[in-house]
């Protein structure tokens, strides 16, 4: 068991060294959801705190990726977690309480602006579906326009712009 904090929310974390997939780089914080790169289980070695967490990683365990939004005058930064299933994503509204809408002035946002379906595939490994839910301002996706319909499969570091608001996916 290593002893560990996390860099986001501090929260004291116990984690079996011997039990983390060898083929992860990071996985969510039980607390606050941030990615925490493996190699910090690695590099530190800390003595017990009384607010520490155990946290046990299954072996299949794998994070889900996200959306990190880029800061404009419209915009704070910000990263958008996605859950396994529909992810709606637009902009936040009072009325609606939707944990993937992004906090934003950006009128040219609709309320839900596009989707991800997250699904495992047959061996296992989340696959990201991108499609525009037919907002009045469309979605470009890499530069292109995503046509009504259309479903896109999003690769790592690719990057989408919904309204004025860029973002880039992150597996
Ligand atoms: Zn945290």
């Given at each position: 068991m290593i002893s560990i904090r996390c860099p986001h929310?501090?929260?004291?974390?116990?984690?079996d060294?011997?039990?983390?997939?060898?083929q992860i780089q990071t996985f969510g914080c039980p607390q606050c959801k941030e990615p925490i790169p493996v190699s910090l289980i690695t590099?530190?070695?800390?003595?017990d705190d009384s607010d520490t967490v155990i946290l046990n990683l299954p072996s299949d365990y794998q994070p889900i990726g996200r959306l990190k939004v880029m800061q404009?005058?419209?915009?704070?930064s910000q990263t958008i977690h996605l859950n396994e299933g529909i992810n709606h994503i637009g902009r936040?509204?009072?009325?609606?309480?939707?944990?993937?809408?992004i906090e934003t002035g950006d009128?040219?946002?609709?309320?839900s602006h596009i989707a991800i379906e997250v699904k495992k595939d047959a061996k296992g490994k989340y696959k990201?579906?991108?499609?525009?839910?037919?907002?009045?301002?469309?979605?470009?996706?890499?530069?292109?326009?995503?046509e009504?319909?259309?479903v896109v499969a999003l690769k790592n570091k690719d990057e989408i712009q919904i309204g004025q608001t860029r973002m880039m996916f992150e597996e």
């Open positions: 929310c501090h929260v004291g974390l116990k984690v060294e011997t039990k983390i997939p060898p590099q530190k070695l800390r003595t404009n005058p419209l915009t704070p936040k509204s009072n009325v609606t309480n939707n944990p993937t809408a009128k040219l946002m609709s309320r990201y579906f991108l499609s525009d839910t037919k907002s009045k301002n469309r979605t470009l996706y890499n530069s292109n326009y995503i009504s319909g259309e």
